[in-house]
Nanobody, 118 residues
Framework: VQLQASGGGLVQAGGSLRLSCAAS????????MGWYRQAPGKQREFVAL???????SHSGTVRGRFTISRDNAKNTVYLQMNSLKPEDTAVYYC?????????????WGQGTQVTVSS
């Protein structure tokens, strides 16, 4: 399984970006797909996820500003990020979880850098 993340960049505070995560296989095979981020010197943290049924969950720090969605035909998951803040600066990683023999396999994309200037 390959996850190709893209869409990061440099943006001013208050701006928007849309991240994309293209999977090499049908995204219906994954229980969950989502985004995590890691800022310098900090642990990786959960941002948002979407289930195979289309339910979504967003962390409290991004709820109301970020929206996760997917395009099944393109096997792609998106993260629309609005009202960006300098504290959103991080490397954003795409994640997918697939059930396997009573547990889950984790897959990660390569990460895309998001930098928000004040």
């Amino acid at each position: 399984v390959q996850l190709q993340a893209s869409g990061g960049g440099l943006v001013q505070a208050g701006g928007s970006l849309r991240l994309s995560c293209a999977a090499s296989e049908t995204i219906f095979s994954f229980n969950f797909m989502g985004w995590y981020r890691q800022a310098p010197g900090k642990q990786r943290e959960f941002v948002a996820l979407i289930t195979s049924a289309g339910s979504t969950s967003h962390s409290g720090t991004v709820r109301g500003r970020f929206t996760i969605s997917r395009d099944n035909a393109k096997n792609t998951v998106y993260l629309q990020m609005n009202s960006l803040k300098p504290e959103d600066t991080a490397v954003y990683y795409c994640n997918a979880k697939r059930p396997f023999l009573g547990t889950e396999n984790d897959y990660w994309g390569q990460g895309t850098q998001v930098t928000v200037s004040s």
